[in-house]
Every structure is written in structure tokens, then in C-alpha cells.
């Protein structure tokens, strides 16, 4: 219908537009054959309407949009071969000639070749800056090649095209997402939220992809936003409260979860989250209280007696969170942390025995548990069972090669029982270029050096580690044990030199 309102307009000029290279009759019923074949195409009857096309053509094959009509009518009939011909001549005989390359573009995309159809929608695009939906198809062929960015920036500049096209920023946020491209679904979330400043959807979208990227600022704004649009709720005060955790804001945390234990004080949730707040922030009487409301309403819930052992390890009284856990142990059986805590409380009073067991126990609810084989291990080298305790080493420093308090740990058992100090010594060397500036650990590898002899080195790291921790009297004993060791052995070697046999009569002076 377009064609043939633009004849009409055009005051019937020739179809090849040059006026004068056929004939008046013979222009004339080029049109009549070209607008019986488009009325035949709208009627459905594509094969009497490329005779009616064919027949224009005969009397000017050089008008390009009767190639077009022909090769439209081709395609529909799904003779894509021929259409292609004609549209390549409407092409040359017009290089801007618009919808000879939307027809090859679908007629590319359907054979599936991809190349030629981003290239007819690139020229298209040119030709058409405005049209969003040749950058539309530019995109889909970019996502069938899996060329995820290309995609996301034909959407992006469909955008830039026409603001109103939110649909395709939506295309382009859902294959960020899909494809983990986070930094570029949070710019287009960004773009949405312009266009709707109150959208919940993509609110909650930018809200968890700040998380992801733990920027809790941003996320925090988010969801003050959010709550605006759909008015507080205990789920919104909950997310702040962990959001201000995330901060360091103590204050405000506590600030928002008591808003929501204002709401709702029988929530199991909001209490056991109430009361790790206090135990976190030191305020252990106001947590020891909010917990005992929780056992007493929720004797079914675990959490409350765990509470309770960790409140009572916080005091430093490991007695007391053995009683309330034994209590409960038979409840919940199948509990992992009831077990480890009791197994690490048992670890604290040195009742190796029944730590062993509980924290085997805790092992088979949860054989992953690296703190647990850590605590194990202690208990080993503790009571003697070495090769419990170096089957465990080996097995944290070959399931994680950054654990620097495994191959510490080992390295220092190893020393002290005087075993394997070449290994002893790689080990502690792993841990120290983890983390260098650990007394724990610069104290290891100083207690090794002093083990092979070499007073300076042993000097030197265990110096290191006391100015990172002045008041831990085993570094100080060991600096005093390798000090002492070092003079007596420059005494015992002045003694060689002098060849001295009878040391009662030596008198050699000694600096450190």
C-alpha cells in the first residue's frame, strides 16, 4: 500500500524515475502491472502477482522497487533464491533502496546466515538511524551468536534512539543477568529507574546487585527507596539492619531490628537475629535476656541454646556452655553446631576425651567443616596421637593451599616433637607468606630456626612476632629459651677455641 500511495503522490512518474527512457504507454501500464500485483499480494495470491511484477519489469526492468515487489512476493512463496537475485539488482540499481534490505535481512536470518544479516541491518541502521527496530534485530542476531556485550549495546543505543523504548533496556538487563555481567546490569538498572524512579522490580534488581558487589551503601539507599514506595515492612527493617551490620553501624542495626521486634515480638527470627546483635556489639546481659524470651517461647528452636553457649563463651565460661548444651544435645541430635560447640567447650576445659567426641560427632553431620578438623587436630597433638593429627593437616593443606593456620599448625607440631624439620620449615614458610605479619606464625617459624641451630634467624622472627604481640608470654619464653641457647652455645664454642677441658676454671666474657 506504501508503493502504491508514493506512485500516486509522485504524480505517476516513471518506475525506473527516469523520465523519458520508456515510452508514456508503455510507463503507464508498467504501473497498472504493478499495482494489480500488489493488489494480488494483499489478496494472498503471491504466484499471479509476480506474473503481474514480471510483466512491469518486462516494460522497465530497471525500476528498482518492482525487484523489490517481486522479490517480496519470491520470498513469500518461499523461493528465497530468486527473491535474493532481485533484491541484489534493486540494490544496485538503488544503494539506498530500504526495504530490499529488510527483506534480505529476514531472508538471511532464516537460512541462518547470520553474518550477511547483521550486515544488511548495519546498512540498514545507516540508512534508517531512527528506526529502533533494525537495532532491535542487530541485537537478536548478536544474542543467537552469543555476543553477549554487542547485544547489550545495540539495546543500549536503541535507548539513546528513542527514550521510550524501555523494553529493550529490559532485553538488555535480563542477558546481563544471565550472562553474570553485573557491572553492566547495574548501569542499565540505573537507566530504568530514570525512566521509573519507583519501580519495585528493578529496585529489588539494583538492591541485590549492590550486594553482590558489596557496595552496601548503595544497596542500603535502595531499599530506603523502596521503602518509600511500599512502606516499611519487617523484611525491609531486616535488610537495613544487616546492611548497617555490613557498615559497622551497630547502633543503627540494633536501631531497625528493634523496630521490627517492635512489630513483632513473637517472631523466632527477628529475636534470635536481636540477640546476635547484642552478643556481637558486647551488650551480653541485654543478649543473655532477649534470649531467654526466645528459649521461652521457642523451646523447640535450637538456636536459642546455641545462643546460650555462645553468650557463655563470651564470659569465658566454658563449664557453664557445656551445662547448657548437654542439655539439649539429645534434642536436636543431628545439630552440627551443638556438637562443636560442646567439642570446642570440652577442647577449653582440656577434657580432650569428650571434645574428641563431640567434635567427631559435629565431623559426621558436616565431613566439610575446616574448624572442626582444626580443633581436632589441637586435641591430637595434645594427647600424642600424631598421626590422627598429621592425617588431618595433610588433609586442610591439600583441600585449600591458602589455609595459612593449617600449615602453621602442622609446621609447629611437627617441631615440637622434634620431627621432620625440613618439612616443618616449608610449612611454616607457606603460612608466613600468607599472612606475614602474624606473631602466631613469625613465632613458628623463629621456634623452627632455633630448633636447627640458627639462633640468629630464630632471634630475628620471634623479635618480630613479640612487637606485633608484647604481652604473649610464650613468644617471650621462647625469645628467652633461643637467647639462652645462643650464649651458651657462643660459650660452649669460646670454650673449643681456647681448648679449655676443665670449664669450672673458664672465665669468657659474653654480649648479646
Known sequence: MRKIIFYFAAGCLFLSGLAGNIPEEDQELALH?????????NQGNYALAILEFQDALDLDPNAPTIHVSIADAYHRLGKNKRAENHLQVAIELNPDEVEAYEILGKIYILQKRLPQAEAAFRELTRLDPDNIDHLYALADLARLLKQWDIAIDYYLEAYRVNSMAVKGLEQALQISLATNKFERAEEICDLLLEEEPENEKYLET????????NDFEKALKTIQILETT???????????????????????????ILKAFGRDSLNSDLLNRLVNLLLNDKQIDRAENYNQLLIEKFPDDVRGFINTGFLALNRNKPEDAIVALSSCVEKFPNEFTVHYLLGTSYYQVKDYGNAEVYLLQALGIFPDSRNTKHNLALIYDQIGEWSKSDELYLDLVATDS??????????????????????????????????????????TIGWIYYKLNDYEKAIEFIRESLSIDSSNPVIQDH????????????????????????????????KE
Open 33 to 41: 502491472h504493478f499495482m494489480q500485483g500488489e493488489f494480488l499480494v
Open 206 to 213: 539494583l538492591r541485590d546487585l549492590a550486594l553482590f558487589d
Open 230 to 256: 511500599r512502606g516499611s515492612t519487617i523484611e525491609l527493617l531486616i535488610q537495613k539492619s544487616a546492611l548497617y551490620e555490613e557498615l559497622d553501624d551497630s547502633e543503627n542495626a540494633l536501631k531497625e
Open 402 to 443: 591458602t589455609d595459612a593456620q593449617a600449615f602453621n599448625n602442622y609446621a609447629y607440631s611437627l617441631a615440637d616433637r622434634n620431627e621432620d624439620f625440613e618439612l616443618a620449615l616449608e610449612l611454616a614458610k607457606n603460612a608466613i607468606r600468607l599472612v606475614p605479619k602474624s606473631a602466631p606464625y613469625l613465632d
Open 479 to 510: 625469645l628467652n629459651a633461643v637467647i639462652k641457647a645462643k650464649s651458651m652455645h657462643v660459650v660452649d664454642k669460646g670454650i673449643q677455641q681456647a681448648g679449655i677441658t676443665d670449664t669450672t676454671k673458664a672465665t669468657l666474657p659474653f
